[in-house]
Structure formats: C-alpha cells, structure tokens
C-alpha cells in the first residue's frame, strides 16, 4: 500500500510528470498512437497518485500540469477517433446490399441462407480493437460525451448516405399527392419495401453488431448510441409510408397500403429485436405507429371506395344490359383484395372488438357488394326497358356471385350468402319473362277463341291469364288476325332482343331454354289446335311462319350480340 504522505514529504521521481510523457502530449500522436495512449496512461497515473495524497506544493504543481495536459490529450484522442472512424466509415455499396438481401424464399441450406442475410463489417475488424481502446480511454479521462457524440454524428451520417444511395428521402404527403398517379407509386412502393428490408434486416442489424463491439460492457450507452445512429434514418425510412398514408384516398391506393402493411408488420420482429432496451423504445414505437397508420388508412380507403359506389352519379349505360363496368371493377377490386386476405384479418381484427374473427372483414366486403348493389339498382331503373332493365340486373349479380365463388372470398362469406344472391338472378330472370314475353304469349292464348277442332274450354299450355269458356266459332280471318300479331310480336322481340347481350354461356342457355319451355309448347299448342283453319287459305305461310323448330332455332340466337363466355 503506499505511504500516504505529508505536507513538504519528498515526491518520488515515478509520482511526478514524465518529461517524456508531457513530451509525446506537446507532440501530439504523429508518431504513434500507442506512445500518445501510454503518455496519457502517465499522466491519469499521475493524477490518481496526487490526488489521493494530501496537498502538497509539489503535488499541486504535479496536477496543475496534469490539467493542462489532459484537455489537450483528450483533443487529440478525439482528433483521432474521428479520423480513424471516418476512415473506417463509408457508405455500403449498393450491389453488396443487393446481393445480400435476404431472398423471401428461405434457402434449404439453412447455413447457405443465413450467411446471405448478413453484410461484411461495416468497419474493418483491424481498426476495432484500437478504436474501441481510444473510446475506453476516453471514459479514463472523463471525456466519453464527446466521443459518444462523435460516433453518433460520423455513423448516423454514413448510414443515411447508405440510404441514400438506395433511394431513400424524406417524403411528405404533399410530394406524394403531386406524384404521377398510381403506375409510379406501384414502383416507388415496391422499391421502398425492398429498401425497408435491406435496412432493418441488413443495415440496422450491422450497426447494432458494430455498437457491441466498440461500446462492449457499456450496455446503457451502446443502446443510447444505437438509436441516436439509427433515429434519423429510421426516421427517413418511414415517411414515405406516412407520405402514402396521409395522402389523398383513392380506390387503388389500397393496394399500396395493403403492400405496405404487410411489408411493415412481416418485420416487426426484427424491429423488436434490433431495437431492443428501454433506450430504443422511441425507434420501436415510430415502427408501429406506422403500422397503425397504414391500418388506419386502409379503413378509410374502403370507406370512402363504398361510399363512392353507392354515391356514384348515373351515367349513360350500355343499350345491351352487359355487365356494367362498375360490377367489373368492384368484383375485380374485391377479389385482388384477398390477395391480401391475412392483413386483411389483422386491419379488421379492431371492429371485431379484438375476438379474433372475421366479422369485421366480412361487415366490410358486404358492405362494399351492398353499395354496388345499390348502385345497379339506380342504373336498371334508367332502362325505359323493364325487361332490358331485368336483364342487366340479372347479369350484374351473376357477375358478382361468379367474380366471388372464383375467389377466396366465398369461403369468408359462406355458401347462405352466394344461394342468396342466386335466388336474386333467377328473380330477375323470371321478371325479365314476365315482362319481355308476355304480350306474345298473349297471342298464344285461346281466350275468346274456339276452334272446329277443340273445344274453347282447353287452355293453352304456357298461356297467361285465365282461359275464359266460350262458345261458337270463330273466323278465319280472326285467326289469321291473331297470327300475324303473333308472328309481328315474336318478331319484334327477337331483333330487339338479338342486340342484348348475356356473357356468361350457362345463364344465356339457361335463359332462352327457360323462354322455350314456356313458349314452344304454347305455340306447339296453338298451331296444333287454330292452324287447320289457315292452312287450305291461301298464302298461308304467310300466317304460320314459323314450324315450332324453326320457333326455337330463332330463339336460340338471342343475345348473340357479343360472343359469350362460360
């Protein structure tokens, strides 16, 4: 134990301030940095030596010089660590960060996968041992604030020229509603989840690896530092899903949320993990913020995309009753959304009340099909055509029923809901009969006729209204009458009708064998009963025109407007 010595009490020579060690300080560390950090070492040894002794003359004079000496050493080891961590410090190049982008395929060769997700040092590993004694020397001399600040100001700004070089910007919500519309933001969107990857799984995790080796043992500032380095990059990263998320709604930006979403969730692990400790909870929390931004956002995209269909302000429609390009674009809307079926889940978990199930999602696709419903609804009315206008229901919800039960999204909605929405295009389908044929089984019918073959009492099969009895007989000409009228209402119907359209093969042929069943036997009957009083008349081809055959071959080309599809 050394002697604690007195006022006056001699120094020994090894207390006192080397010459040589104030020499190397004066000099500076041109001519060695391992002479310049044993100078110090003297100097701190000095210190310690007079400070734990009482004052004396000699001693003081000892820490005087040692005060001038250190802020002048700390100086220069600063001086250093900055120059040889700027040296160190350069910007990853963008090929390197490309090729080691993790694939999102994982590799068979678990061991070949893992090396691809890892960068090289991002300073060289002969450099680490000296820059970590300097900063060690720094925490000695009551100095390593500074040098804190000096590795976060010389990272921070490599790591953003990093980014920059992958593309990286701070992006307000203003650039990105004057941005060119949708095909660029696609490509900006995509550029920018591969760059959240390479930064969070590659970059972020590299400074983490470098912060434990140059702050070893010094858990509180290593974390500190970390978050200071990654803070503002971080910061850059994320504006641009900010950006897109408060920008102006449109019914295709969901996409691009939904594309963001799950980018942003499908890292939050790594997020947790690399922004460990209290320290780094502000960069934890700006990540998942984000990601309830983009939740939000895609709630009000779907909001404000139902609202608008169901608000849509009637426009010309076609003259055919096709399917209408808003059924088209809602039914294809729809159906790419469920692409995205597992963040779907997890953006309407919260109007589930946090239950876990899919009520929230289904509530909203409903939702969606109800406002286009309403919306069709308003369309057929403009038809001055009722049955053109039962027509064009009917092929719009077909339309629906297929565009869903061709998707995952009959298995969210359930077979009761699809059988609903069937019911609902047969009904259409029967009013369109009802009301496109029904004059022209009218002249099909045998009510206040009779016949030298029947009886007036016989109804006709298919006929509508009741079949009234009668009784005498009636004219040729009466029955010539009520043929042409048929044949001129037949007629009409099939020109007009040959115009519209039916896309889908099966409900076209479901349809016009639904029409014959109802009027091939009425005419079959009708012919077979009033056609012997115009047969021997003369021209009478010119009354029965049509053979029951020739009768169904003519309804077999309604809707023959566009070629159909199954």
């Known amino acids: 134990m050394a002697r604690r010595g007195g006022r006056g009490d001699p120094v020994p020579p090894s207390a006192a301030v080397p010459r040589e060690a104030e020499s190397v300080i004066l000099a500076g560390p041109s001519k060695g940095i391992s002479a310049y950090l044993e100078a110090v070492d003297k100097l701190t040894g000095a210190d310690d030596f007079f400070t734990s002794k009482i004052s004396c003359k000699a001693g003081d004079d000892v820490l005087r010089r040692v005060d001038e000496l250190l802020p002048k050493a700390a100086i220069e080891l600063e001086n250093e660590f900055s ?103 696609n490509a900006k969107v995509a550029q920018w989840v591969q760059c959240l990857q390479i ?49 102006k709604t449109s019914p295709e930006k969901v996409f691009l949320l939904l594309d963001m979403f799950e980018a942003t969730t499908g890292i939050q692990s790594e997020v947790e993990a690399v922004f460990s400790g209290d320290e780094c909870s502000e960069n934890r929390k700006s990540s998942t913020t984000l990601v309830k931004y983009l939740a939000q956002a895609t709630k009000k995209t779907l909001a404000d995309f139902k609202e608008n269909i169901a608000n849509e302000a009637p426009k010309s429609i076609g003259t055919d009753g096709d399917v209408h390009p808003v059924a088209s674009y809602v039914g294809n809307y729809i159906t790419f959304l469920f692409d995205y079926q597992p963040s779907l889940k997890l953006i309407f978990q919260e109007s589930s009340n946090g239950d876990r199930t899919d009520s929230g999602l289904v509530s909203e696709i409903t939702g969606i099909i109800h406002a286009l419903e309403t919306n069709l609804d308003v369309k057929a009315k403009q038809y001055k055509n009722q049955a053109l206008g039962n027509l064009f229901l009917m092929n719009n919800i077909s339309y629906i029923v297929r565009s869903i039960c061709s998707s995952q999204v009959k298995e969210l909605l359930g077979d009761d809901w699809v059988q609903r929405r069937r019911r609902i295009v047969q009904q259409h389908a029967t009013q369109y009969k009802r009301v496109a044929w029904g004059k022209v089984l ?10 030298s073959v029947g009886s007036a009492t016989e109804g006709t099969v298919g006929s509508i209204g009741s079949i009234g009895s009668y009784s005498g007989t009636t004219s040729t000409s009466v029955i010539k009458a009520r043929f042409r009228s048929f044949n001129k209402q037949f007629e009409e119907v099939c020109q007009t009708q040959i115009k519209w359209a ?53 309804l077999g080309n309604l809707f023959a407007k566009k070629s159909v599809h199954k």
């Open 442 to 451: 009218e002249c099909l019918s045998s009510q206040g006729l009779t016949s």
């Open 199 to 247: 930064t969070v799984k590659l970059l972020f995790a590299s400074e983490r690896r470098l912060c434990d080796q140059i702050f070893k043992g010094k858990h509180a500032w290593k974390n500190h530092c970390f978050a200071a380095v990654t803070s503002k990059s971080l910061s850059t990263l994320l504006s641009f899903g900010q950006a897109i998320a408060e920008s």
């Open 83 to 185: 120059r040889l961590l700027t040296k160190c410090s350069k910007p990853v190049e963008l090929e390197l960060l490309l090729n080691c982008l993790p694939s999102p395929s994982p590799s068979k060769d678990s061991s070949e996968g893992a090396a691809a997700c890892s960068l090289p040092p991002l300073v060289d590993p002969h450099y680490m041992p000296l820059l970590s004694k300097l900063l060690q020397k720094s925490v000695e001399i009551g100095q390593h604030k500074r040098f804190l600040k000096i590795y976060r100001d010389i990272r921070s700004s490599t790591l953003e020229l990093t980014l920059k070089q992958l593309g990286v910007e701070y992006v307000t919500a203003e650039e990105v509603q004057t941005a060119p519309q949708v095909e660029n933001l």
């Open 502 to 554: 039916i896309p889908d093969r099966e409900l076209r042929d479901n349809l016009i064998l639904a029409v014959a069943e109802i009027l091939s036997p009425a005419y079959r009957s009708f012919v077979k009963r009033f056609g012997p009083l115009v047969q021997n008349s003369h021209n009478a081809s010119k009354y029965m025109k049509y053979t029951p055959e020739a009768l169904e071959q003519a």
